[in-house]
Nanobody, 121 residues
């Protein structure tokens, strides 16, 4: 059974930094893309950043220049370094991965349970 486990959320003042980490565990053949989404109260879940296997990362316009996504394929982890945090970054952040359970299986999407990032003004 595949699991995505996030860590690193918390409370930080505006202008501060946090680093989120996500590790994929369980039995699977390969991971295609990994990324981070967030959902603020009363809003829809939105893409923050994603990085495909062997490809360039993409970011939401609202976080470009402030957030950096990185991935360690050997460890099946993805990190999100968040700098210059703003109150509007407050949300539950979810790890996301598209992976193949077996060589011939289609890619499936998995989600972590989420970690809260709270940025105070």
């Amino acid at each position: 059974q595949v699991q995505l486990v996030e860590s690193g959320g918390g409370l930080v003042q505006a202008g501060g930094s946090l680093r989120l980490s996500c590790a994929a565990s369980g039995s699977f053949f390969s991971i295609n893309s990994m990324g981070w989404y967030r959902q603020a109260p009363g809003k829809q879940r939105e893409l923050v950043a994603a990085i495909p296997s062997g490809g360039a990362p993409n970011y939401a316009d609202s976080v470009k220049g402030r957030f950096t996504i990185s991935r360690d394929n050997a460890k099946n982890t993805v990190n999100l370094q968040m700098n210059s945090l703003k109150p509007e970054d407050t949300a539950v952040y979810y790890c996301n991965a598209h992976l193949k359970n077996y060589f011939y299986s289609p890619s499936r999407e998995y989600w972590g349970k989420g970690t809260l990032v709270n940025v105070s003004s």
